[in-house]
């Protein structure tokens, strides 16, 4: 059972440059998520999608963008990397119905250096 | 507005003895709950969750945690410490009236276990 797919699980890019983070989820999960990782600052939702084809900003949206095609993947794209976007992405699914949001499924990450 | 708070950024315990990590939280309705865990270097897992059933809740690896509405928490307890519970945890709330299935993390607390 793969789960959730993340893809580079470590990259170092110059300033600048575009980059886009991969998540493939095989849960059929409705939701998906990708949240940032910062020491002290905990977790912070970045974009989210509810269901394919439709998309949100969460806490830190400025400068990423996304897309749901479909219900596995959501990419996640810096346009052009600066610096303080150096972290630790994960990417996350789960199941929303009208009582809510179930169990996130996490990746395990993409640790991300901007230099 | 909802927010979690987790009161202690680090908590040594030794081998054997008990485990607490506090947890308080605000919001305007009734919440949905959950502790994650994330071991280094790795993806968060789902220790355990309240979903407005039983206030008491047990998880997996002999974790629990208590919903006190009145107080406002959802402490994380375990009767004994393992080396393997050194990790960081999660605290955190989804409002179950949101169709937007996000969840507000926890800035996260350190256990460390000492032989």
């Known amino acids: 059972i793969a789960g959730i797919t993340q893809a580079p699980t470590s990259q170092i890019l110059a300033a600048g440059r575009r980059m886009t983070l991969r998540c493939t989820q095989d849960?059929?999960?409705?939701?998906m998520y990708w949240y940032r990782q910062d020491l002290g600052l905990g977790l912070r939702l970045i974009h989210y999608?509810?269901?394919?084809?439709?998309?949100g900003k969460g806490e830190v949206p400025d400068g990423y963008s996304v897309s749901r095609a479909n219900t596995d993947d959501f990419p996640l794209t810096l346009a052009s990397a600066v610096p303080s976007q150096t972290s630790v992405y994960f990417c996350?699914?789960?199941?929303?119905?009208?009582?809510?949001?179930?169990?996130?499924?996490f990746g395990e990450g993409s640790r991300l250096t901007v230099l | 507005a909802q927010s979690v708070t987790q009161l202690d950024s680090h908590v040594s315990v030794s081998e054997g003895t008990p485990v607490l990590l506090r947890c308080n939280y605000s919001s305007s309705y009734s919440p949905s709950l959950f502790w994650y865990v994330q071991h280094p270097n790795k993806g968060l897992q789902l220790l355990l969750k309240y979903t407005s059933a039983a206030t008491l809740v047990k998880g997996i690896n002999g974790f629990e945690a208590e919903f006190k509405k009145s107080e406002t928490s959802f402490h994380l307890t375990k009767p004994s410490a393992h080396m393997s519970d050194a990790a960081e945890y999660f605290c955190?709330?989804?409002?179950?009236?949101?169709?937007?299935?996000?969840?507000?993390f926890g800035q996260g607390t350190t256990l460390q276990v000492k032989p």
């Open positions: 955190v709330v989804s409002d179950p009236s949101s169709n937007t299935g996000k969840l507000i």
């Open positions: 849960m059929r999960h409705n939701a």
């Open positions: 999608s509810n269901t394919a084809g439709t998309t």
């Open positions: 996350a699914s789960s199941a929303v119905t009208n009582r809510g949001t179930g169990e996130l499924f």
